[in-house]
């Protein structure tokens, strides 16, 4: 079946260490994105992008890095430049203006 | 950015139909409205998204005003699984959703 892939589900990591967070689609979609959510929280921009070996900063990029190596693969590295990195974070893909699609995002914890 | 403003929260009886309210006055003539929906420790939801005229779906209505300030998403008739959060957002036409702006949604509680 096609969908969205984010892996682990759950991810502990300890204060300063790089920790690198999995996003796999078979959609064939070109666009891809990651998001951030704190408890109670909208959910916030990261890095999106629109075509492979293309990405752009969102609106708090800042303490993160990405790759677009292949079309199906976004990961996400959360640096230990990020302060407060314990989060959700959820990836997505879409085909232009049409419904963008979500994993079930990784919960991660720093210990 | 073009804003939208939705109640925090709301209840609905199991089995009655659901109308969400969204409001987006300074919406301009090329932005999409989308809903989408989170249910707990999941990814949002594609619910359903227009541009001026009102969409139906196999999951929702969405009934979009005149002037295009306001919308409203109705589910006909709420189950328990349609407990979850829901989002009204405004996306430019020419961009693609990286100006999809998820804010805090309306937290729909369904009551048996």
């Known amino acids: 079946d096609g969908g969205i892939t984010q892996s682990p589900k759950y991810l502990f990591r300890k204060e300063g260490q790089n920790v690198t967070l999995s996003c796999e689609q078979n959609?064939?979609?070109?666009?891809m994105y990651w998001y951030r959510q704190d408890p109670g929280q909208g959910l916030r921009l990261i890095y999106y992008?629109?075509?492979?070996?293309?990405?752009q900063k969102g609106d708090i990029a800042e303490g993160y890095s990405v790759s677009r190596e292949k079309k199906e693969s976004f990961p996400l590295t959360v640096t230990s430049a990020q302060k407060n990195p314990t989060a959700f974070y959820l990836c997505a893909s879409s085909i232009k203006q049409t419904e963008a699609f979500f994993g079930q995002g990784t919960r991660l914890t720093v210990v | 950015d073009a804003k939208t403003t939705q109640p925090n929260s709301m209840e609905s009886n199991e089995e009655e139909p659901v109308h969400l309210p969204c409001n987006h006055s300074?919406?301009?003539?090329?932005?999409?409205i989308h809903w989408y929906r989170q249910l707990p420790s999941q990814g949002p939801e594609y619910v359903i998204h227009g541009l001026t005229s009102n969409v139906n779906n196999r999951m929702a209505s969405l009934a979009i005003a005149e002037d295009r300030k306001s919308s409203t998403l109705i589910l006909h008739r709420a189950t328990l699984r349609d407990a979850a959060v829901y989002y009204c957002i405004l996306s430019p036409q020419d961009f693609g959703n990286e100006k999809l702006t998820f804010g805090t949604g309306t937290r729909l509680t369904i009551i048996p």
């Open positions: 992008s629109q075509i492979v070996n293309d990405f």
């Open positions: 300074t919406i301009s003539g090329t932005d999409y």
């Open positions: 959609l064939n979609h070109d666009a």
